[in-house]
């Protein structure tokens, strides 16, 4: 997917986690305990290489940022998934994949170890939403909304 310059375009990547296991489909709800049947997922971006980061507008790839954890839903900034790269992609922008991760362990309580589990499932849905006035549109507002992942794909 395409990332906008930052110094021209705000950029945040709507994740709402549609289930966590199979095996408690029909149970999984954010107001239920255990919080470990809670819905969840991790979001990361991919360079072109298939390694935590973007690729420049000149095909090169920067590594940097990793994956956030997201209960229920989140709005997550761009540079909260990139780490930041500085001003050289701040003005150019460039393109990564979005890659769905099996959510952390959660304990409940947190500091019983025996219920810690990992989720077999990272399905979600992601809105990519960008939004700036830049200068080519002589101070125009262009906003652009697009969904990037819609359900689980299998590893």
């Not at 360079?47 to 839903?73: K, L, M, Q, Y």
């Not at 991760?101 to 990519?128: F, G, M, Q, R």
Request: proline share 6%; with cysteine; charged share 20%.
């Amino acid at each position: 997917m395409t990332l906008y310059p930052p110094d021209e375009f705000q950029t945040r990547f709507f994740v709402t986690p549609l289930i966590i296991s199979t095996d408690v489909a029909s149970t999984n709800d954010m107001s239920l305990t255990p919080v470990t049947q809670q819905k969840r997922t991790q979001i990361q971006l991919l360079d072109a290489n298939g390694n935590v980061g973007v690729t420049d507008r000149d095909e090169n790839p920067a590594s940097g940022g990793g994956p956030i954890h997201v209960r229920c839903v989140a709005g997550i900034d761009l540079a909260d998934l990139t780490g930041g790269f500085g001003t050289w992609f701040d003005a150019q922008g460039g393109w990564a994949y979005v890659d769905l991760l099996d959510p952390i362990a959660l304990t409940d309580p947190p500091e019983n170890e025996a219920s810690v589990t990992t989720a077999d499932d990272h399905c979600a849905v992601v809105y990519k939403l960008q939004f700036g006035s830049p200068d080519f549109a002589a101070g125009s507002m262009i906003n652009s909304i697009s969904v990037v992942r819609t359900d689980r794909i299998e590893d």
